[in-house]
């Protein structure tokens, strides 16, 4: 689905090739799952300015409920934890360690890192 949205935000721009980066106007923010930036689980969006679609976003959780569960289960320092942490790291959804005010920031240098990937480049911003 953001496939296609991206196809035709390309569009808009009059790209017809999508191995093209298309250089666009965008808006960016950030959102926290609770009020107050003291939520475990943050949201950066990039939203094209000319059409309004959402470009790309990143989810920023700072907890992942099977680390936590298994925390739970065994001791953290046992060797036992480790052993199946190594096999879980690959998988485990924190996104970010730090201040629930910084993942805003955190978010955003990491959509701006990967914009080319999706054949984006972000020249001008708007943003609070």
């Given at each position: 689905m953001l496939f296609n949205i991206r196809k035709d935000a390309k569009g808009a721009y009059g790209s017809k090739n999508d191995s093209n980066i298309v250089d666009i106007g965008v808006s960016y923010?950030?959102?926290?799952?609770?009020?107050?930036?003291?939520s475990n689980i943050g949201i950066g969006c990039v939203i094209d300015l000319l059409t309004g679609f959402l470009i790309d976003f990143e989810v920023m959780p700072k907890r992942c409920e099977e680390c936590q569960q298994t925390k739970l289960a065994l001791d953290e320092a046992a060797a036992e934890f480790h052993f199946w942490y190594e096999g879980h790291?690959?998988?485990?959804?924190?996104?970010?360690?730090?201040?629930?005010?910084?993942?805003?920031?955190?978010?955003?240098?990491?959509?701006?890192?990967?914009?080319?990937?999706?054949?984006?480049?972000?020249?001008?911003?708007?943003?609070?």
């Open positions: 923010d950030g959102s926290w799952l609770t009020r107050g930036q003291t790291q690959h998988f485990c959804r924190i996104a970010h360690v730090g201040s629930s005010g910084s993942m805003e920031v955190k978010s955003a240098i990491k959509l701006w890192k990967r914009s080319e990937k999706i054949r984006f480049r972000y020249a001008s911003l708007l943003s609070d």
